[in-house]
């Protein structure tokens, strides 16, 4: 029972951050004390309390202390699910020192474990338990503090959008200085998937490509995950239908660079849509919404019923799918971004793109649509062809849809085509917004 994951929630004089902790049991006063100064560096915290069932402060100052209050709150985690409740997370309040100057110096001393790099006697270190430890340390001060960004740092401004699932805002990060976009989804969920989804997400740390959206980082608070990444100030596809050839060239480029990414990654973006690419001004174009946590799309999912429009025939009939399935997506999103409406006429989509199965059995059973004759070139038409072929081993491997003529012939790494288009729409936009 005490090894189960929990979420801290440190409060500090700036707002509230909440950190996983996936192995309780091995954690340490010293070790969180170091993780309290990290997230209030000046501060000189040597202690910190939590609340009992009444209300009242139990202060803790060593290991002992610490294990009282994880066994007090596993009580009190118990009883909030059996009475149907979503556990609060283990609330502790810093406690600063008098002075810096008479601060006991035995806080900082805490730590008993022995530590072969600060003795020089030990001319070898003594064991793989040893690094294990250290290991796990480092380990809990970097997810307590990974958490850099909290809702109280956070100034939201406008809403951008509504998803399936989620609100987007543009908001501006205090401490960081910058714009972000935030998804806030609401999840009743237990802490256990919480925590779930928080580590499925690590991967975003490490996604770095310039065709993928940025990600800054994710929080829970109460029943809601909050997603910060970049902001793109041009928005989504989905929004300026339409789009000339030259300028859809350039942009399908950078699609298929960060699909190719992911994919080295062995990740799917299985929600490829118009929705789910972003430009800015400057000409880039960024995916975003890619799936890297199951357990966040299945938490999802038993919310928001329905079957996304842009999915490959295979996924719509419940069949195994792969690479193909978001390679057929980006064919029927360029589809629809080339004729400016989606490309089954018997499918409006009119709320999202989720939509009951049976409306979809259509994109199963039919042969994929095709283009009027002479509006668009050789190159693109045949691309969407390939990649919308029923057969997903028919439609190109990832390194053919790099070397195909329609990409190679765009592949020029000219950010001003898109640049200037997207400048060209906002404005067109506000006009008409202030008219
Ligand atoms: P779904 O929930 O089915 O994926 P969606 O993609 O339209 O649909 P969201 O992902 O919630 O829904 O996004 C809502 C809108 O917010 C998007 O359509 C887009 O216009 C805007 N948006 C999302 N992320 C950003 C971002 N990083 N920068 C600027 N705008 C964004
Ligand atoms: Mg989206």
Known sequence: MDTEA???????????????????SVLNFNDLLVAIRDVMPEATVTAFEYEDEVGDRITVRSDEELKAMLSYYYNTMNEQRMNGLLPDPLQIFPRAGKTPGNRNIHGLKVNTRPNPANDCTHAVPDSMANNSLKKSSAELKRILTNGQINAQDINYQEQLGHGNGGTVYKAYHILGKRVLAVKVIPLDITVELQKQIMSELEILYKCDSPYIIT????????????????????????????????????????????????????????????SNMLVNTRGQVKLCDFGVSTQLVNSIAKTYVGTNAYMAPERISGEQ???????????????????????????????????????????????????????????????????????????????????????????????????????????????????
């Not at 929990?6 to 309780?24: E, H, L, N, Q, Y």
């Not at 199963?364 to 283009?371: A, L």
């Open 215 to 274: 990600f800054f980082s994710a929080f829970f608070v109460e029943n809601r995950i909050s997603i910060c990444t970049e902001f793109m100030d041009g928005g989504s596809l989905d929004v300026y239908k339409r789009i000339p050839e030259h300028v859809l060239g350039r942009i399908a480029v950078a699609v298929v660079k960060g699909l190719t990414y992911l994919w080295s990654l062995k990740i799917l973006h299985r929600d490829v849509k118009p």
């Open 321 to 435: 799918y792969g690479i193909h399935a978001d390679v057929w997506s980006v064919g029927i999103s360029f589809m629809e971004l080339a004729l400016g409406m989606f490309p089954y006429p018997q499918i409006q989509k009119n709320q999202g793109s989720l939509m009951p199965l049976q409306l979809l059995q259509c994109i199963v059973d039919e042969d994929p649509p095709v283009f009027p004759v002479g509006q668009f070139s050789e190159k693109f038409v045949h691309f969407i062809t390939q990649c919308m072929r029923r057969q997903p081993k028919e439609r190109p491997a990832p390194n053919n849809l790099m070397d195909h003529s329609f990409i190679t012939q765009f592949n020029d790494g000219n950010a001003e085509v898109v640049s200037m288009w997207v400048c060209r729409c906002l404005e067109e936009r506000r006009a008409q917004q202030g008219h």
């Open 6 to 24: 929990i979420v801290i929630r440190i409060k500090t004089p700036a707002g509230d951050m909440d950190s996983a902790v996936d192995c309780p």
